[in-house]
């Protein structure tokens, strides 16, 4: 599976943005798919992820109530709504997909990554 994520760019406090993530490959729907964060100086944490039939998701609290994912199986697609952005969201965004249907919040439980996409946040 190959990832491309998109739709990162800059943005004031109290924006919005959604970011995308184009997976190459027939068994996209499979595949449980999380978005994790890296900020400067930091290391990549969590942010949340969705089952593979997009019915399940689950969030780090720093984003609860204002990031949603969603998926389009038909599409190949996984997104990331992002709502009320502040400073502190600031980071570039990864995407990333795992062969299992037990969720992690760990970045290496993670088979497939995507390239990342910068979000700056200004305030």
């Known amino acids: 599976v190959q990832l491309q994520a998109s739709g990162g760019g800059l943005v004031q406090a109290g924006g919005s943005l959604r970011l995308s993530c184009a997976a190459s490959g027939s068994t996209f729907s499979r595949y449980i798919m999380a978005w994790f964060r890296q900020a400067p100086g930091k290391e990549r944490e969590f942010v949340g992820y969705i089952n593979s039939g997009g019915s399940r998701t689950s969030y780090a609290d720093s984003v609860k109530g204002r990031f949603t994912i969603s998926r389009d199986n038909a599409e190949n697609t996984v997104y990331l709504q992002m709502n009320t952005l502040k400073p502190e969201d600031t980071a570039v965004y990864y995407c990333?997909?795992?062969?299992?249907?037990?969720?992690?919040?760990?970045?290496?439980?993670?088979?497939?990554w995507g390239q990342g996409t910068q979000v700056t946040v200004s305030s």
């Open positions: 990333a997909a795992r062969r299992s249907v037990v969720f992690s919040t760990n970045e290496g439980g993670y088979d497939y």
